[in-house]
């Protein structure tokens, strides 16, 4: 999906200037562990997910992979992409 709103997520692959400064290890691990964190529970949910609807007789493997969002739906995957990679640079750069 496409429009003045919207964002291409690999447009945060490459931040622009320096994330880290001289002693920010400590951040850098927390970082790590924000990221492994929302990995692990949104694999686990979309397991759960997958596998309840199997348990009905709802296989849904290949319409999730071929599943194209609209505006609206475009609009949450976004936002939600954006808190995600919010908490993940403030805790590398330790802001609050």
Do not use: W
Request: overall charge negative; charged content about 30%.
């Amino acid at each position: 999906m496409s429009g003045p709103d919207h964002k291409d997520p690999t447009s945060f692959n490459f931040p622009e200037g320096a994330l880290l400064r001289p002693g920010q290890t400590d951040n850098l691990g927390r970082a790590l562990i924000s990221l492994m964190r929302e990995v692990c529970v949104l694999n686990d949910r979309q397991m759960v997910l997958e596998k309840i609807l199997a348990d009905k007789g709802v296989d849904v493997t290949d319409a999730i992979d071929n599943y194209q969002p609209d505006e609206a739906m475009q609009s949450k995957l976004d936002e939600r992409t954006g808190a995600i990679i919010k908490t993940i640079i403030g805790d590398l750069t330790g802001a609050e």
